[in-house]
């Protein structure tokens, strides 16, 4: 009855091995919905991986709020992207974990306002990159290289690059960001970055030697082996229709003869209207008219696979099932058969999560 995500935990494990393996100094990312698994399920494999030997001794969160839920299941260090800030529950860590907890301090007046609160915190400085989403600017590094020799406090765990992803080579921009640590007087330290493929962290490593570099990783170590994964529906109802028949909420009318699927997995799982397929212009609605397409009439395409072929909803996803169009032709599911869905697993609630 519901939506799955379906691992081959065998093979699953085998790819995140794999990943830490060729990647020292990783650290995994456990932020959102856990990229489909949840937080609580990554942080406890990251430990796992911490067992096996590898050098695992730090996860990344996304947000302050996140930090309960993988604190518990996990014992290293939490490193926390969002920059620090005087507000919100930042300010609301629990003692036990203040020990444990990387900040990042994205702006001077914050590194001077936290080390004031806080005077042993962790921190990394964030560089700002062509993202332009958080950072200090080469001079505000330089600023803040100063207002650390003087004080004394708090205990600097190196620098945080938040690079776009790849479009093209990202090295010239990360050299020309480490030449600004290096003129802040803050070099050598441990550099953590995101979005940079193995070639170039390997040639880093070769240019930087001194320089500790930690790749932080989400995507490509938890959905990296998209074959591992499998995510499903149930069909939960069937209905024949004739051409005319009226359904749904809106009262809309069948275009022609075929059945109603209702499947489990609706807006409450993330499950939204895909694109109308392939052109919409008006002439090629036309078209699709004269050859009796469903696009035509309205009907979007769904995530939903049947057949070998993602199908189109009959209306917009309800909260948590969806109802799809079947003309005649493709062989009809069952009540309780398992259909495939496409989806985006950092935006998909699952049900359920099985791990063999
Ligand atoms: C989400 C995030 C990452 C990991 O991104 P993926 O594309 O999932 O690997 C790394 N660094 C920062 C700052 C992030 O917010």
Redesign the pocket.
């Known amino acids: 009855m519901a939506l799955t995500l379906t691992v081959d935990g065998d093979r699953w494990r085998q790819h995140l091995r794999a990943v830490a393996e060729a990647t020292p100094g990783l650290v995994p ?1 456990c ?1 959102g919905n856990g ?1 489909g698994f949840g937080l609580g399920r990554l942080a406890r494999r990251a430990g796992w991986l911490r067992d096996q030997g590898f050098d695992v001794d730090t996860i ?1 969160v ?1 947000t302050y709020e996140e930090l309960p839920e993988v604190a518990q299941r996990y014992s290293g260090d939490l490193l926390v ?1 969002t920059p620090w800030r005087p507000f919100g529950a930042a300010l609301e860590l629990p003692a036990e974990l203040s020990g444990r907890v990387v900040h990042t301090v994205s702006r001077e007046q914050d590194l001077v306002d936290l080390l004031g609160r806080q005077p042993g915190a962790r921190f990394v400085l964030e560089h700002l990159t062509s993202m332009l989403r958080h950072g200090m600017t080469g001079r505000q590094l330089r600023t803040a290289a100063d207002h650390l020799a003087g004080a004394r406090a708090g205990r600097l765990e190196g620098i ?1 690059l ?1 690079l776009p ?1 790849a479009q093209g080579s990202h090295l010239g921009e990360v050299h020309r960001l480490l030449n600004d640590v290096v003129a802040a007087g803050l070099a050598p330290t441990t550099i953590w970055v ?2 940079l493929t193995p070639e170039e962290l390997a040639t880093l490593r070769a240019s930087y030697a001194d320089f500790r570099i930690r790749p ?6 938890w959905l990296g082996d998209r074959g591992a994964l499998r995510v499903t529906a149930t069909v939960l109802d069937v209905h024949e229709v004739d051409r005319g028949d009226v359904f749904g909420y809106r009262g809309r009318t069948a275009p022609k003869a075929g059945h109603l699927l209702v499947v489990s997995g609706g807006t409450a799982h993330g499950i939204g209207l895909e694109s109308p397929t392939g052109d919409s212009s008006l002439k090629a609605r036309a078209a699709t008219l004269a050859r009796g397409g469903l696009d035509a009439v309205g009907f979007v395409r769904s995530p939903f696979t049947i057949d070998g072929k993602q199908r189109l909803f009959a209306e917009p996803p309800h909260m948590q099932a969806s109802m799809l169009f079947l003309p005649h032709g493709p062989r009809v599911p069952q009540v309780g058969e398992e259909v495939e869905v496409r989806v985006r697993y950092t935006a998909t609630g699952f049900d359920r999560v099985l791990v063999s």
Not at 216 to 221: A, K, P, V, Y
């Open positions: 990312v932020k990229y990344a996304g992207l945080a938040h992803l995101s979005h932080r990783i989400g995507t490509d170590l």
